[in-house]
């Protein structure tokens, strides 16, 4: 079956301006989430959809935003694009049955942003 | 204050040997751990997990051990194959009752493991 697809996959912006990515989870997952991952942070948590409403949030900027559509597919939205927010942007879903983390999560290969 | 943490950004080991890859984690509510393998150019994908009730499990070559009391879990990977070689990223999970989700793991920064021929 198709994997998680992340588009675009590299982008380039400016400062002050602001991009919107585009997840596709594999069919049948309902929750989706977003990761930042930085060589100096790691992977660092964004937020989760599950049937369109945000389940859970990460400690990043109101900047920061996302949703989820009725067909499981998702954005993230980044305002204000600063420096700093130059990163590999990984949507990640899985089935959301059972307790949490207990279900594999399935990475896109991400969507790499550069802010000039 | 980072949660989960891979003290070793770099490991490298010979084929045929043992690769240990270690996790220390700061949070007591965290009760599901799992290990995800990267390679560049691609997102991480899962290669096993453990729950906070058990103290092993194996799957192939790959063995994972948690010591709560320590905070502690650690990877193993016998024999080592060059085809290991990838970022290797410990990762955490509190209960729903503590903020816990599905699709929301605390990582650590990850450790590189390269398997030399």
């Known amino acids: 079956k198709a994997g998680v697809t992340q588009t675009p996959r590299y982008l380039i912006k400016t400062r002050g301006q602001q991009v919107t990515l585009s997840c596709s989870p594999i069919?049948?997952?309902?929750?989706v989430s977003w990761y930042q991952q930085t060589p100096g942070q790691g992977l660092q948590f964004l937020f989760e959809y599950f049937s369109e409403t945000q389940r859970n949030k990460g400690n990043f900027p109101g900047r920061f935003s996302g949703r989820q559509f009725s067909n499981s597919r998702s954005e993230m939205n980044v305002s204000t694009l600063e420096l700093g927010d130059s990163a590999l942007y990984l949507c990640?879903?899985?089935?959301?049955?059972?307790?949490?983390?207990?279900?594999?999560?399935?990475f896109g290969e991400g969507s790499r942003l550069t802010v000039l | 204050d980072q949660q989960v943490k891979q003290n070793s950004p770099s490991l490298s080991v010979q084929e045929g040997r043992i690769s240990i890859l270690n996790c220390d984690y700061t949070?007591?509510?965290?009760?599901?751990f799992l290990w995800y393998k990267k390679y560049p150019a691609e997102g991480p994908t899962f290669l096993i997990s453990?729950?906070?009730?058990?103290d092993k499990n194996e799957d192939g070559r790959f063995t994972v051990f948690l010591n709560k009391s320590a905070k502690h879990l650690s990877l193993h990977i016998v024999p080592s194959q060059p085809g290991d070689s990838a970022v290797y990223f410990c990762a955490a999970s509190a209960g729903m009752n503590y903020g816990g989700s599905q699709g929301n793991l605390i990582f650590g920064k990850g450790t590189k493991l390269s398997v030399k021929p």
């Open positions: 453990i729950s906070s009730i058990k």
């Open positions: 949070n007591s509510m965290f009760d599901y």
């Open positions: 990640a879903s899985s089935l959301a049955s059972g307790p949490p983390g207990t279900g594999e999560l399935f």
């Open positions: 069919s049948g997952h309902r929750s």
